[in-house]
């Protein structure tokens, strides 16, 4: 693992219940951050983008999210730390993630299609421009679980890709338990747009729109981009 050099940095808190949660220092942040890439290196051996997300307390749903770009052998800083909102009640641990249990996944994900309520001209990512016949099936009884339709299903249960609010205006694809899929363990984990405070999901990754912009228009897939996500009483020992 090289050095984790610190380029530009973009700093935004929200506030979550009417708590501001970045009460640690940047450097402490920062330092954790550069904790978790160092113990987990060898997972990130095929990647030079990564998004890390993590939270101090593991029930809790207030998360920092950093960017980093692999340049040579060194790790450098693309944006962050930025609060995020995860899963209402905080990370599963690893191999534990259920559907329905209100927690997000932990590992280490690809980053994959980009589904948007407008056709995305300044992205390499592959992207879809969602219309009201989109769905990604949660029902863990359906042949189709854990995957997008579009039209009619005959599953009971599935999230809707455009909403009546603009949560999903930007939603990137988590690729958990996608490949294969496990039924039950987990579904539409999604890296989209906070919308309401205090943020908090069913179990995605929830981030301001000036920053999901920026992942938009910076994610490149030659370049294998990955999130690592969970608490970072996990990440920091090495998953």
């Avoid at 039950?184 to 309401?196: E, M, N, P, R, W």
């Amino acid at each position: 693992m090289g050095r984790i050099l610190y380029g530009k940095i973009f700093l935004m808190s929200l506030f979550f219940g009417g708590m501001q949660v970045q009460a640690q220092s940047d450097e402490i942040v920062m330092k954790k951050a550069e904790q978790i890439v160092t113990r987990n290196e060898k997972l990130l051996e095929n990647s030079n983008q990564l998004l890390v997300v993590y939270n101090d307390v593991a029930e809790s749903y207030a998360a920092v999210f950093v960017a980093f770009e692999r340049k040579g052998s060194n790790w450098i800083v693309k944006e962050g730390p930025v609060d995020v909102g995860i899963g209402k009640n905080g990370f599963a641990l690893p191999l534990e993630k259920r559907e329905g249990d209100g927690k997000s996944p932990t590992g280490v994900f690809r980053l994959g299609k980009l589904f948007s309520y407008e056709k995305q001209q300044n992205t390499l990512l592959e992207n879809q421009q969602t219309t009201a016949d989109d769905k990604w099936i949660d029902d863990p009884n359906s042949d189709q679980y854990n995957r997008y339709v579009q039209g009619a299903t005959d599953a009971k249960s599935y999230e809707n890709l455009v909403l009546k609010n603009d949560a999903y205006k930007y939603c990137m694809v988590i690729e958990y338990n996608t490949n294969p899929i496990i039924k039950g363990a987990g579904s539409a984990i999604f890296f989209h747009l906070a919308v309401k405070k205090p943020v908090f999901t069913a179990g995605c990754v929830a981030i301001d729109e000036t920053n999901m912009k920026l992942m938009v228009n910076w994610l490149d897939p030659q370049q294998n981009p990955m999130i690592l996500m969970g608490n970072y009483g996990v990440l920091k020992n090495g998953l």
